[in-house]
């Protein structure tokens, strides 16, 4: 029997899983500003997934990234769920370098 689907299958339910919490903490102690570095980040996991030789790893690496990618295109839409009392909003957020240019770019959405 061939087990690789299977795992694969659930270790990339729990990657998604905790993207959710990396998305609610994030936006709440950094700020939604933040998401072109999240991006980015997911988009060197992706490329790094790339070159690894191992499937595993490789797909593991894969998924960590996309996780980062859709969390990047969540970070906005969290901002508006704790402006309407769905989760604690925090005023005190850490404030992203470049944030003058990034202010002026449309968030991403899926």
Do not use: C
């Amino acid at each position: 029997m061939n087990y690789f689907g299977l795992i694969i299958g659930v270790a990339t339910l729990l990657i998604i899983g905790l993207g959710f919490p990396l998305v609610i903490q994030g936006e709440r102690r950094f700020g939604y500003l933040w998401w072109p570095y999240m991006m980015l980040i997911g988009i060197m996991f992706i490329i790094a997934s790339l070159f690894i030789q191992n499937d595993w790893l490789s797909v593991l690496v894969g998924v960590l990234g996309a996780t980062f990618v859709w969390g990047s295109t969540e970070l906005k839409e969290q901002a508006v769920r704790a402006e309407l009392g769905w989760y604690p909003f925090n005023a005190n957020k850490i404030k992203p370098p470049l944030e003058n240019i990034i202010k002026k770019w449309r968030a991403p959405h899926l």
